[in-house]
């Protein structure tokens, strides 16, 4: 059976891109611009508050995991109200970490922090499929990795860098799956919470080249058409045609890049009954015709080599 779900991590190439150790003293705070770049965060010890823009503050614990996809303006403190003695913006270099706030006070938390990095060109369409925000916590499996996470950054073992980087791919993958359900903000998690739209969905996956309608896919997801669209777009954010179309995009976008055959193969594997059809469809969406699309990402790959 086709995983939806890993089929968009796969086709984001998600790698992680820094990380390093940070520490709270006394009281602090840092803020932090939106970036668009993914941005993690593990708790090692201690409490922490992160107020994203557009979303109410949340405390964190030791073991939690943030991941915000695509980087909104943050702001992360002290959990407890604490006296100010040092200000609470200031930045110590210490020996194996970042402190924030009081250098000589005992930490009130400690995070390991960083970015992840998608390679996929597509990255802004596929995140656009996952959660603004996602903190998971209690999740056996996740705090296990969040374990061997925490150990890692604080052993200065060969490789370190290497088996951080491996672990926090893991990671990320264990709070996709771990963040899903119908509490989870609009997208491709949430959808698959929902057992009659993961049906659909899934059938989008197995048979992107299929001439889908609405009634079709409400079909597979056992509603009406009117109940089928509503529930969709409530869950995922997006129109259920638009989601195929968005879909197909990626497909045709990789097929592409990889020369796995020539126009009309490639508007065939994703349903479209001409080549001049897709070539249309396609430079609507990516805004360049697929053989222009196809000689760039060659020519990108040879200067990249």
Known sequence: MIDPL??????????????KVVSGGGAWSVHRPATGRPFYCVVMDGAARLAIDGHRPIDLLKGDFVLIPSVLGFVMSNR???????????????QDEVRHG?????ANARLLIGHFTFGSEDAALLVSLLPALIHVRDEPRLSLLVQLVAGEARDQRPARAVVLARLLEVV????????????????????????RLAAAIRR???SPAHAWTIALLAKEAALSRSAFFERFGRAMGVAPMEYLLSWRMALAKRFLRRGEGDIATIAERVGYGSASAFSVAFTRFAGLPPARYARAAA?????EV
């Open 80 to 94: 407890e109200p604490q006296a100010a003695d040092t200000d609470p913006l200031t930045v110590t270099m210490l």
């Open 6 to 19: 890993a089929e968009v991590v796969t086709l984001l190439q998600p790698g992680a891109l820094l990380s």
């Open 102 to 106: 009081d250098p000589n006070s005992a």
């Open 172 to 195: 990320l993958i264990e709070a996709l799956r771990s963040s899903a359900g119908p509490e989870a903000s609009p997208g491709l998690l949430r959808g698959l919470s929902d057992e």
């Open 299 to 303: 020519e990108l790959e040879s200067l």
């Open 204 to 206: 989008i996956h197995e």
